[in-house]
């Protein structure tokens, strides 16, 4: 069995990431997708900086292992994970090996979402690492401002979307 951990690196996120790859482990391969293009383009690099040691030292990845994937749209998460899923699947086919790809959604909304769409659709494995508490050393703000996001969408997985007179 050939396993490979498709992981959303996102900031703040490498204590989860790090937990999800130890649970795997071991590991064959990881591919991290960071958002690219993105509203800051920096953010990729970023991201990439902050998991720089876990990626090269700790889970031996290869900077060639890198998916980049537009960060408001989850259908090119989506295609990016269906086409290298199905490229694993042709090429260990060839050798008598399964490949087993787990995805690890975390952080990055739009980009989970199009993680979990590429699951349902090629029946894959979800490990997610969910937050039991938080502790907070600060008061609590007075007012909380929410920005409007610059971007809405809407998928709808299942069932008719209009009624049917």
Not at 35 to 62: K, V
Not at 74 to 92: A, C, G, K, W
Not at 119 to 144: D, F, H, K, Q, R
Request: net charge negative.
């Amino acid at each position: 069995m050939i396993t490979c951990e498709t992981k959303r690196c996102s900031e703040g996120k490498i204590q989860a990431a790090t937990t999800m790859y130890a649970k795997l482990s071991p590991i064959d391969e990881v591919c991290p997708i960071l958002p690219f293009p993105s509203q800051n383009p920096r953010r990729g690099d970023n991201i990439l900086f902050e998991y720089h040691d876990a990626l090269t030292q700790e889970w031996g990845c290869s900077l060639l292992n890198i998916i980049y994937a537009h960060e408001s749209n989850p259908l090119d998460v989506y295609r990016s994970v269906s086409t290298l899923h199905s490229i694993r699947e042709q090429v260990f086919r060839e050798i008598g090996l399964t490949p087993v790809t787990v995805l690890s959604p975390a952080g990055w909304r739009i980009g989970s979402l199009g993680m979990l769409l590429a699951a349902i659709e090629l029946n894959l494995p979800v490990l997610y690492v969910e937050t039991l508490g938080y502790t907070c050393c600060s008061t609590v703000p007075t007012e909380v401002v929410l920005q409007n996001p610059d971007l809405k969408w809407h998928i709808w997985l299942t069932g008719d979307v209009y009624k049917q007179n």
